[in-house]
Each structure stands twice: as C-alpha cells, then as structure tokens.
C-alpha cells in the first residue's frame, strides 16, 4: 500500500512538502524527520483516503502508540 506523508514548512514560503513512502514503517519514518524539521501540520494519507494527523500522529511518532497499515493509532 502507498503512503503519502505531507507537512507545512514554517517560516518559508515554499508552502507544502509532501513524501512517498511503500509501507507505514516508511511513512512513519518519514513523519518523525518532518516533525524533527521543525515542519507543521504533519499528515500521512493511504492510498484508501485514511488519514492520521495531530496529536495521534505525534504520540505515534513518539512511540507512545504504534500505528497499523490502515493508519490507526493503537
């Protein structure tokens, strides 16, 4: 399944960045770089439209949750 991982860069006005990834170990990954980046409203989407954000995202990327292939934090 395909992943796509976005965010907002902050004080640039480049405007949205947004990543592929294969499989959620990747995007996940590739989150937890945007977030350390210091990027805004960090997302991943699936490839059915499921979507995880904010602060479920954030406890998953902190390790406080894990997350599923179908984006759901647990």
Same mark, same amino acid.
């Given at each position: 399944?395909?992943?796509?991982?976005?965010?907002?860069?902050?004080?640039?006005?480049?405007?949205?960045?947004?990543?592929?990834?294969?499989?959620?170990?990747?995007?996940?990954?590739?989150?937890?770089?945007?977030?350390?980046?210091?990027?805004?409203?960090?997302?991943?989407?699936?490839? /059915? =439209?499921? &979507?995880?954000?904010? !602060?479920? @995202?954030?406890?998953?990327? /902190? =390790?406080? &949750?894990?997350?599923? !292939?179908? @984006?759901?934090?647990?």
């Amino acid at each position: 399944m395909a992943y796509i991982v976005t965010a907002d860069t902050v004080g640039l006005a480049i405007g949205p960045v947004s990543e592929t990834a294969n499989d959620v170990n990747e995007a996940l990954n590739k989150a937890r770089q945007m977030a350390e980046d210091g990027m805004a409203n960090v997302s991943i989407t699936n490839e /059915s =439209g499921r &979507k995880i954000d904010g !602060d479920e @995202l954030m406890e998953c990327v /902190s =390790g406080k &949750k894990k997350i599923t !292939d179908d @984006l759901r934090a647990v």
